[in-house]
């Protein structure tokens, strides 16, 4: 996270906007399906752990499906309408606090990971210590 702020940090605005544009158009086609793939596949993991499970298995699974919809929730909620209003910038016309939105657009990514990286801890823990 630290890196990519970095990299971000240092680019110029139509550079930035240039990169933002190609991550997007990349990142759509491939984010959708393997999204709905894991929200289904955290529900079954929680079906299967309520049927033939312990508490501690019960626990661990719900816990990191809600770190998953915390993902999903602040993709929705603030790095989709950041980048669709980035997308609407061109490289000669942008506003003069551009750098604000980048910066809002790392705050949601890094709290993005953060959840990502706790669910995925406890899904570790789980399959370590269950």
Do not use: H
Not at 43 to 57: A, R
Not at 72 to 78: E, P, R, S
Not at 99 to 125: E, P, T
Request: hydrophobic share 55%.
């Amino acid at each position: 996270m630290i890196a990519l702020r970095n990299v971000q940090e240092q680019l110029d605005a139509a550079t930035y906007i240039r990169l933002r544009k190609l991550i997007d158009q990349n990142f759509l086609r491939k984010f959708k399906p393997v999204m709905y793939a894991a929200l289904v596949s955290g529900l079954v993991l929680i079906v299967l752990c309520f049927i033939d499970g312990s508490e501690f298995l019960r626990i661990a699974s719900v816990i990191a499906y809600l770190a998953l919809l915390a993902d999903v929730a602040l993709t929705v909620k603030g790095d989709l309408p950041i980048n669709a209003i980035i997308n609407s910038w061109s490289e000669e016309n942008y506003p003069a606090d551009w750098s604000s939105y980048r910066n809002k657009w790392l705050q949601y990514f890094s709290g993005r990971q953060a959840a990502n990286i706790s669910g995925f801890l406890v899904l570790l823990a789980t399959a370590v210590f269950a």
